[in-house]
């Protein structure tokens, strides 16, 4: 890839001058200041897995633009980097490298930074901090420690996934085809002692206020409201005919229960589990069942099985009839209550099961006007759809499912046949993580006194430095000094808890800590209320759900602990969803016909550089390490700068969309921004009094100045970019005066500074600006300039359009037709007939008929 061939423009030179002078003026210190309004922008802060890619470069320049932009708007701002520095990746590093997760995060944390620093973002490092530093995880213990004591946090046994070879418990999502999502291995079923966050007791108002998120995507709210998942159904109790306690399915769909032929339980159900006490079959058929991927979509595709408990329950509403009672592998204990009425008709999963098994199929209602037999595929009306219903129990015969539902609900509690219910798909978040690199729950563990808080004065309750990674497991289980200890109650010997938290709490609370970074407690009350709510959060989509379910999580619970105030329970009051940055992959076979993967850098003219050899060329997808179709950042800058990188990456889609980077296209973006810097040095040698028309330029200015706020307000940063184009190609074409020349670039380089910072510098510097232009106010357009004095009329000839002509906005309509007739173009259209007819139709069209 050549590098930049004018050597006037260097940014090489131009962009280190301008940092150091930024550095200097403290330009980009966060500071609170109750004149001015504040802005708080953040970008999902990266984890410090060594290299920063395009990717990086592109999200944190939307953040960068809006950053600069606001400031020049007169706020004060926040725009702070962190480091989401705990996880597995740091401990497989140790076990596969040797050393230590901090010294591998720490060194991964410099280079980053130092690949960072040099696109010139608008950051306030001084509010820097790691996650898996002291003093913040100390922090979060502390909050642990209050959520603990306000009842949000609480311990139980569980069945977990756990992963045999990273010896942890793996979330749903971690499970990929029934195996550890890093390692491989086949996931078990463990019943472990588990730390939990009471998240569902937020579950009704999480949902609830999803609706006051205006400002957030639609599909990410979408999202966040499934996985919340609020249902309406009811508890019913199913009478054992052998006299034991009934078991109680819960269901959506008790409209259906004429159809009921089966009930099925969970594996995990206190029924399975006695039963399986004295039956093999059943034992091993609950043990692979706790193999099997869990995730709702893994569910769907697993082929459903199932045994036959020998127990029967009776049919609410028909006690004569009996129903047999299955162990079925489809089944979750943590949904409902571990046991489903299976209505094969209206259920395909039911329909699947009865199939295999040979259980009655009872169809439970018509579709309007027609019976119809259930054989392969199950009725499941929209619950908006009229049905007729076949000998309804509640008496309806024709109605909608949703009010068939209603009804039955209603026909159940009437009857005292079942309790309604409302449930949500939400499950309380389980944190324990058995790992050392992360932060330490801060409990003991007492024979006499049982489970006890850590004093708040012994905090932070720091990792061992002296550990081992040379066996599979967690290495403070196995630590010979820091799991001893004393108990905090009563002085005696005790254990410390070995589970680290999971990561997810890391990046739960770093919004709220950055207001104030290196405060002796979790936030400082006055600069929270300062600085909160966080007023634009961007990053990926790959995020929609967890990590945002549980920041607004841990904003409600720290504001129950006084951490937080009632206002920033929402934390982020506009969220935006970045696209990816992509490249073609580049790939030639080794002897075996497997593929090897080049690097861009290494690829010239569909070929290899070094060798010559033609390689294959895919296309474009997400820059990948794997696929080697990764630019650096930084050979980028070394060949034509951090702006160049910054305008292209806002510069060819919009920012929620994937863009492509080719070298072309960069090249491209470099000879722009060494036209516009060689425009700047031009007009600022021009004598100061040489005339010109000012008029086009002053109206093209000022457009220029509200097009482009307008589409950095609505995050349309192409559209800004292509406006700045135009204007600067305005600008170089200009007439103008001297004055209006100068004043125009001027102009130009403050609306340019958010994408261009540096370049825009060099530019208002050459130009006489005063101070930086990081430090001006933001030009502001006149309205006078915004109006059209002039209006573009088509002019048609027996109805086919043969010119345009410009008219003034008040022109008469005799001067209208005086304007269209000179017209040279429809002067030869008319060659010589004279018109019939002429009709103005005022600002729209001129019609000539002859």
Same mark, same amino acid.
């Given at each position: 890839?050549?590098?930049?061939?004018?050597?006037?423009?260097?940014?090489?030179?131009?962009?280190?001058?301008?940092?150091?002078?930024? =550095?200097?003026?403290?330009?980009?210190?966060?500071?609170?200041?109750?004149?001015?309004?504040?802005?708080?922008?953040?970008?999902?802060?990266?984890?410090?897995?060594?290299?920063?890619?395009?990717?990086?470069?592109?999200?944190?320049?939307?953040?960068?633009?809006?950053?600069?932009?606001?400031?020049?708007?007169?706020?004060?701002?926040?725009?702070?980097?962190?480091?989401?520095?705990?996880?597995?990746?740091?401990?497989?590093?140790?076990?596969?490298?040797?050393?230590?997760?901090?010294?591998?995060?720490?060194?991964?944390?410099? #280079?980053? $930074? !130092?690949?960072?620093?040099?696109?010139?973002?608008?950051?306030?490092?001084?509010?820097?901090?790691?996650?898996?530093?002291?003093?913040?995880?100390?922090?979060?213990?502390?909050?642990?420690?209050?959520?603990?004591?306000?009842?949000?946090?609480?311990?139980?046994?569980?069945?977990?996934?756990?992963?045999?070879?990273?010896?942890?418990?793996?979330?749903?999502?971690?499970?990929?085809?029934?195996?550890?999502?890093?390692?491989?291995?086949?996931?078990?079923?463990?019943?472990?002692?588990?730390?939990?966050?009471?998240?569902?007791?937020?579950?009704?108002?999480?949902?609830?206020?999803? +609706?006051?998120?205006?400002?957030?995507?639609?599909? #990410?709210?979408?999202?966040?409201?499934?996985?919340?998942?609020? &249902?309406?159904?009811?508890?019913?109790?199913?009478?054992?005919?052998?006299?034991?306690?009934?078991?109680?399915?819960?269901? @959506?769909?008790?409209?259906?229960?004429?159809?009921?032929?089966?009930?099925?339980?969970?594996?995990?159900?206190?029924?399975?589990?006695?039963?399986?006490?004295?039956?093999?079959?059943?034992?091993?058929?609950?043990?692979?069942?706790?193999?099997?991927?869990?995730?709702?979509?893994?569910?769907?595709?697993?082929?459903?099985?199932?045994?036959?408990?020998?127990?029967?329950?009776?049919?609410?509403?028909?006690?004569?009839?009996?129903?047999?009672?299955?162990?079925?592998?489809?089944?979750?204990?943590?949904?409902?209550?571990?046991?489903?009425?299976?209505?094969?008709?209206?259920?395909?999963?039911?329909?699947?099961?009865?199939?295999?098994?040979?259980?009655?199929?009872?169809?439970?209602?018509?579709?309007?006007?027609?019976?119809?037999?259930?054989?392969?595929?199950?009725?499941?009306?929209?619950?908006?759809?009229?049905?007729?219903?076949?000998?309804?129990?509640?008496?309806?015969?024709?109605? *909608?499912?949703?009010?068939?539902?209603?009804? @039955?609900?209603?026909?159940?509690?009437?009857? +005292?046949?079942?309790?309604?219910?409302?449930?949500?798909?939400?499950?309380?978040?389980?944190?324990?993580?058995?790992?050392?690199?992360?932060?330490?729950?801060?409990?003991?563990?007492? =024979?006499?006194?049982?489970?006890?808080?850590? /004093?708040?004065?012994?905090?932070?309750?720091?990792?061992?430095?002296?550990?081992?990674?040379?066996?599979? !497991?967690?290495?403070?289980?196995?630590?010979?000094?820091?799991?001893?200890?004393?108990?905090?109650?009563?002085?005696?010997?005790?254990?410390?808890? @070995?589970? *680290?938290?999971?990561?997810?709490?890391?990046?739960?609370?770093?919004?709220?800590?950055?207001?104030?970074?290196?405060?002796?407690?979790?936030?400082?009350?006055?600069?929270?209320?300062?600085?909160?709510? #966080?007023?634009?959060?961007?990053?990926?989509?790959?995020?929609?759900?967890?990590?945002?379910?549980?920041?607004?999580?841990?904003?409600?619970?720290?504001?129950?602990? !006084?951490?937080?105030?009632? &206002?920033?329970?929402?934390?982020?009051?506009?969220?935006?969803?970045?696209?990816?940055?992509?490249?073609?992959?580049?790939?030639?076979? %080794?002897?075996?016909?497997?593929?090897?993967?080049?690097?861009?850098?290494?690829?010239? =003219?569909?070929?290899?550089?070094?060798?010559?050899?033609?390689?294959?060329?895919? &296309?474009?997808?997400?820059?990948?390490?794997?696929?080697?179709?990764?630019? %650096?950042?930084?050979?980028?800058?070394?060949?034509?700068?951090?702006?160049?990188?910054?305008?292209?990456?806002?510069?060819?889609?919009?920012?929620?969309?994937?863009?492509?980077?080719?070298?072309?296209?960069?090249?491209?973006?470099?000879?722009?921004?060494?036209?516009?810097?060689?425009?700047?040095?031009?007009?600022?040698?021009?004598?100061? %009094?040489?005339?010109?028309?000012?008029?086009?330029?002053?109206?093209?200015?000022?457009?220029?100045?509200?097009?482009?706020?307008?589409?950095?307000?609505?995050?349309?940063?192409?559209?800004?970019?292509? $406006?700045?184009?135009?204007?600067?190609?305005?600008?170089?074409?200009? $007439?103008?005066?001297?004055?209006?020349?100068?004043?125009?670039?001027?102009?130009?380089?403050?609306?340019?500074?958010?994408? #261009?910072?540096?370049?825009?510098?060099?530019?208002?510097?050459?130009?006489?600006?005063?101070?930086?232009?990081?430090?001006?106010?933001?030009?502001?357009?006149?309205?006078?300039?915004?109006? =059209?004095?002039?209006?573009?009329?088509?002019?048609?000839?027996?109805?086919?359009?043969?010119?345009?002509?410009?008219?003034?906005?008040?022109?008469?309509?005799?001067?209208?037709?005086?304007?269209?007739?000179?017209?040279?173009?429809?002067?030869?259209?008319?060659?010589?007939?004279?018109? /019939? $007819?002429?009709?103005?139709?005022?600002?729209?069209?001129?019609?000539?008929?002859?």
């Amino acid at each position: 890839m050549p590098g930049p061939s004018d050597a006037r423009y260097q940014p090489q030179t131009i962009e280190p001058r301008w940092q150091t002078a930024w =550095d200097t003026a403290g330009c980009f210190l966060a500071k609170v200041d109750p004149s001015r309004p504040k802005y708080y922008v953040l970008e999902m802060f990266p984890y410090p897995s060594g290299r920063i890619h395009m990717g990086h470069v592109r999200n944190y320049t939307m953040g960068d633009v809006v950053a600069r932009y606001k400031k020049a708007q007169g706020f004060s701002v926040l725009h702070p980097m962190g480091w989401d520095a705990f996880g597995m990746p740091a401990e497989n590093a140790a076990m596969q490298e040797g050393g230590h997760p901090a010294t591998w995060t720490y060194n991964n944390i410099e #280079v980053m $930074k !130092g690949q960072m620093k040099p696109l010139g973002l608008s950051i306030d490092w001084s509010r820097e901090f790691a996650t898996c530093d002291p003093e913040y995880y100390g922090q979060q213990q502390a909050m642990f420690l209050d959520m603990l004591k306000s009842g949000l946090v609480y311990r139980k046994n569980a069945v977990v996934n756990w992963d045999p070879v990273d010896m942890t418990v793996l979330a749903n999502e971690q499970v990929i085809d029934g195996k550890g999502w890093r390692s491989g291995a086949e996931v078990e079923k463990r019943e472990l002692t588990q730390w939990f966050f009471k998240i569902s007791e937020y579950s009704e108002e999480l949902l609830a206020a999803l +609706d006051t998120l205006e400002h957030w995507p639609a599909k #990410v709210r979408l999202m966040q409201e499934n996985w919340i998942g609020k &249902s309406r159904g009811i508890d019913i109790p199913f009478r054992r005919t052998d006299g034991e306690a009934p078991i109680i399915c819960y269901s @959506t769909r008790p409209d259906t229960m004429h159809g009921a032929s089966f009930v099925a339980i969970s594996p995990e159900h206190p029924v399975s589990r006695a039963l399986a006490e004295d039956n093999a079959e059943l034992a091993a058929f609950i043990a692979a069942a706790r193999k099997m991927d869990t995730t709702e979509a893994a569910m769907e595709k697993a082929e459903k099985k199932g045994i036959d408990t020998g127990i029967t329950v009776r049919h609410p509403i028909h006690p004569d009839q009996e129903l047999p009672v299955w162990v079925a592998n489809f089944v979750l204990m943590d949904y409902g209550t571990g046991a489903v009425f299976g209505v094969p008709a209206h259920d395909q999963r039911d329909l699947d099961f009865a199939r295999k098994y040979g259980l009655p199929v009872r169809n439970a209602f018509y579709l309007p006007g027609q019976e119809v037999e259930v054989e392969n595929e199950a009725l499941v009306p929209p619950k908006s759809e009229t049905v007729d219903f076949i000998d309804h129990f509640a008496g309806v015969t024709k109605a *909608t499912s949703q009010e068939a539902i209603d009804a @039955t609900i209603d026909y159940f509690e009437a009857h +005292d046949l079942g309790v309604g219910q409302e449930k949500y798909r939400l499950r309380d978040w389980g944190l324990s993580r058995q790992r050392y690199w992360g932060c330490p729950i801060p409990v003991v563990h007492c =024979d006499a006194c049982g489970v006890v808080p850590e /004093k708040k004065e012994n905090l932070p309750i720091r990792l061992p430095e002296d550990v081992s990674f040379d066996k599979p !497991g967690n290495p403070l289980d196995r630590h010979p000094t820091w799991r001893n200890c004393a108990c905090p109650a009563c002085g005696k010997e005790a254990r410390r808890e @070995t589970d *680290t938290m999971d990561t997810f709490v890391d990046s739960s609370w770093y919004y709220a800590r950055f207001t104030a970074p290196h405060a002796a407690t979790p936030t400082d009350p006055a600069e929270a209320e300062y600085w909160m709510n #966080v007023d634009q959060y961007i990053g990926g989509i790959e995020h929609a759900i967890l990590h945002l379910l549980y920041s607004r999580f841990f904003a409600r619970a720290m504001h129950k602990t !006084g951490h937080l105030p009632a &206002s920033a329970v929402e934390p982020f009051d506009a969220l935006f969803t970045q696209g990816m940055v992509t490249h073609e992959i580049y790939k030639t076979k %080794d002897e075996r016909g497997r593929p090897i993967y080049h690097l861009p850098e290494d690829v010239e =003219d569909g070929k290899l550089i070094a060798t010559g050899e033609a390689v294959e060329t895919t &296309s474009s997808v997400k820059m990948s390490k794997s696929k080697k179709n990764v630019v %650096d950042p930084v050979n980028i800058i070394e060949q034509f700068g951090a702006d160049t990188a910054r305008w292209f990456v806002m510069s060819d889609s919009p920012p929620e969309r994937d863009v492509e980077w080719t070298s072309s296209g960069a090249e491209a973006t470099f000879k722009h921004l060494s036209r516009v810097w060689a425009m700047g040095e031009r007009i600022a040698a021009m004598p100061a %009094d040489a005339p010109g028309d000012d008029a086009d330029l002053t109206r093209a200015m000022h457009r220029a100045v509200d097009e482009v706020t307008t589409m950095i307000e609505g995050f349309a940063f192409n559209k800004a970019i292509a $406006k700045l184009y135009e204007f600067s190609n305005t600008l170089s074409k200009s $007439k103008a005066s001297a004055r209006m020349q100068k004043e125009a670039a001027r102009v130009l380089a403050q609306l340019m500074a958010p994408m #261009v910072p540096h370049l825009a510098e060099d530019l208002w510097h050459q130009l006489g600006g005063d101070g930086l232009v990081t430090e001006a106010a933001w030009p502001k357009a006149d309205p006078a300039f915004l109006v =059209d004095d002039t209006v573009t009329l088509p002019v048609q000839i027996n109805g086919k359009r043969k010119a345009e002509i410009a008219v003034a906005l008040d022109a008469s309509k005799e001067e209208v037709e005086k304007i269209a007739l000179s017209d040279e173009a429809v002067t030869r259209a008319l060659a010589g007939a004279t018109p /019939k $007819k002429i009709i103005v139709v005022p600002g729209r069209i001129v019609n000539v008929v002859i």
